[in-house]
């Protein structure tokens, strides 16, 4: 498959040089390849989703597998809409760049600048990026002081839930990094709080309208809407997922879109339509090794360093049903997007995709990539 790159409205700022090599043969010829590593996830290892692969910028592989909901046997498109779990949290990264920008927040503000009876002190917004804060996950804690499951959480429930209770911390302040939704769900608050919209709103008319990604929402009645094109969870057996009342809680998940929606948003992670590049290359700065040092994190951006020697800039998700996983290599502008809606572990293999598209060097070229990587 070879589709023309996405038309932005302003030029990429990282130029990259297409090697004569790559034309569209060699891409319909890499296509093919990425389509028979899915076809064998979904025989072999029950995939079911849909995925996207790009390269220098063009789409050299789309695809569907199985179905939007196992009962009704309704099949997927690649216009299927998905819960995007924790890669929600680039967005809401995003959200707060673009209000520091504006000089309406500072990174190493404190959460009391905002939220005056928030009881942690010395909690600052940088730290809630990078998942440095302590605080504890309020998908834990809300099942034990939030009153009617039945009733749907709000992230301003998850604040006064914790102005009332005061969950204890995990540990102090910048200590060490502990992923964190709650973070997340504050961060989002901070967003309403500095923009004077509700979060919703300012992702659907700071970012989803003028990036044109006309099939992604927030958890809302808008969503509800679209019911049609969204799919609906599974967990194992291949039973549905139901939502339940922490869905409402946004920030640290809680978008719905699609693959190619979240091509537009790729590509324009490479021009400064949403922010500054010197804005987002701190975002993409490590704060801290994590998992044995081989990866770090950044502002909504986890950062590892695969086979090829290359770094690259990923999320994964997982949340009631659903298992995603973006991922975006600023050296080759390649991405991998990765939906699915059967949580059964079938995007463990993502660790196949990646070392096929970024094969580990060999002999005097590794070498050389890691003197250079030294040097740096």
């Known amino acids: 498959m070879w589709e023309e790159p996405l038309i932005v409205e302003e030029d990429c700022l990282q130029h990259i040089e297409v090697p004569p090599t790559f034309t569209p043969v060699s891409a319909g010829k890499l296509g093919g390849q990425v389509d028979s590593i899915f076809r064998h996830l979904h025989k072999r290892k029950g995939f079911n989703g849909t995925v996207l692969v790009t390269k220098y910028d063009q789409i050299v592989y789309k695809g569907?597998?199985?179905?939007?909901?196992?009962r009704s046997k309704d099949t997927l498109t690649t216009q299927s809409i998905f819960q995007l779990a924790s890669?929600?949290?680039?967005?809401?990264?995003?959200?707060?760049?673009?209000?520091?920008?504006?000089?309406?927040?500072?990174?190493?503000?404190?959460?009391?600048?905002?939220?005056?009876?928030?009881?942690?002190?010395?909690i600052t917004i940088r730290q809630l990026?990078?998942?440095r804060s302590g605080l504890p996950n309020y998908t834990y804690f809300s099942d034990e002081f939030w009153p009617d499951r039945k009733v749907n959480l709000s992230n301003d429930?998850?604040?006064?839930?914790m102005v009332a209770h005061r969950p204890n911390m995990y540990y102090q302040p910048n200590r060490t990094f502990s992923y964190s939704n709650t973070g997340y769900a504050l961060l989002a608050s901070v967003v309403e709080k500095t923009s004077g919209m509700s979060f919703a709103e300012y992702l659907k008319t700071q970012i989803f309208e003028p990036l044109k990604m006309t099939n992604t929402?927030?958890?809302?009645?808008?969503l509800v809407e679209q019911t049609a094109k969204v799919v609906s969870g599974h967990i194992g057996g291949r039973r549905k997922r139901l939502?339940?009342?922490?869905?409402?809680?946004l920030g640290d998940k809680g978008i719905y879109s699609t693959v190619e929606d979240l091509y537009k948003w790729d590509q324009a992670?490479?021009?400064?339509?949403?922010?500054?590049?010197?804005?987002?290359?701190?975002?993409?700065?490590?704060?801290?090794?994590?998992?044995?040092?081989?990866?770090?994190?950044?502002?909504?951006?986890?950062?590892?360093?695969?086979?090829?020697?290359?770094?690259?800039?990923?999320?994964?998700?997982?949340?009631?049903?659903f298992n995603t996983y973006f991922l975006r290599n600023p050296k080759d502008h390649s991405t991998i997007?990765?939906?699915?809606?059967?949580?059964?572990?079938?995007?463990?293999?993502?660790?196949?995709?990646?070392n096929f598209l970024y094969p580990a060097q060999s002999g005097a070229r590794a070498r050389k990539q890691q003197k250079l990587a030294s040097a740096r």
Request: charged share 20%.
């Open 64 to 70: 569907a597998f199985g179905y939007a909901d196992f």
């Open 87 to 122: 890669v929600s949290k680039q967005f809401t990264a995003v959200a707060i760049m673009m209000l520091k920008e504006q000089g309406k927040l500072q990174y190493d503000d404190s959460l009391q600048v905002y939220f005056p009876d928030f009881p942690y002190k010395g």
């Open 129 to 131: 990026l990078t998942h």
């Open 157 to 161: 429930d998850v604040l006064n839930m």
């Open 217 to 222: 929402y927030l958890f809302s009645n808008e």
């Open 243 to 249: 939502p339940d009342y922490q869905d409402s809680v």
């Open 269 to 321: 992670l490479y021009t400064q339509k949403l922010v500054k590049r010197e804005t987002l290359e701190e975002a993409f700065l490590p704060t801290g090794k994590l998992n044995q040092k081989t990866e770090s994190y950044g502002f909504g951006f986890r950062l590892k360093q695969v086979e090829s020697g290359d770094t690259v800039i990923y999320h994964g998700g997982l949340w009631h049903g």
């Open 337 to 354: 997007i990765v939906l699915s809606n059967l949580t059964n572990g079938s995007l463990n293999y993502m660790k196949d995709v990646r």
